[in-house]
């Protein structure tokens, strides 16, 4: 990886935007660039990914709604209910990295439960206790961790999986199967 230019984003933290430079590398085998976001951001997201992780988190696990959320962050409430959206729409694909993380890390498998997006969560707190026993992990707060290991991808529209690299060992999990596809039936 070479460094290869970058460029100015913003990043909305509270009432204050804060503008920030993002360097990109470039790969000379491949010859593909990628920006290098910081694990307080995510990509095509304006605000930064701690407030984007507390709204998913209290309307996943609270009886209250995005409005609420929202509200006591002083977001537009759109704009939490897109993050919400977004991960709800990938909380199969999230709950499986995240699943084999946390076995690769030699934390406890989760048990999935009827809502996707409550297993979603408790999958990537699992992951993050998991790696909190790592050297160099338990001082970053738990959704910055999940921007560093995701590479910014957690609401990107792109549904790619990003390798998983956990020590020099690099890996692809598992991308979830819709039972529909094929019209609905089994085998190989």
Avoid: Q
């Avoid at 030699?106 to 707190?125: F, K």
């Amino acid at each position: 990886m070479l460094r290869w230019s970058g460029y100015f984003r913003t990043v909305r933290s509270g009432a204050s935007d804060l503008r920030i430079f993002v360097a990109r590398g470039r790969c000379r085998p491949c010859v593909v660039t990628h920006a290098l976001i910081p694990a307080f951001c995510l990509g095509h997201r304006l605000h930064g990914s701690e407030v984007i992780g507390e709204v998913i988190s209290e309307v996943v696990d609270g009886p209250g709604g995005v409005r609420p959320a929202a509200r006591r962050r002083e977001i537009v409430y759109e704009t939490a209910r897109g993050w919400l959206r977004r991960f709800r729409a990938r909380a199969g694909e999230i709950a499986a990295r995240f699943a084999a993380l946390t076995v690769e890390l030699g934390g406890e498998a989760v048990t999935p439960v009827s809502d996707l997006s409550s297993y979603a969560l408790e999958v990537i707190r699992a992951s993050f206790k998991a790696a909190s026993a790592l050297p160099g992990w338990a001082a970053l707060p738990l959704w910055r961790f999940v921007a560093a290991v995701d590479g910014g991808r957690l609401l990107a529209t792109n549904t790619n999986s990003p390798y998983l690299v956990v020590g020099r060992r690099r890996f692809m999990p598992p991308v979830p199967r819709n039972d529909n596809e094929n019209g609905g039936e089994r085998g190989p």
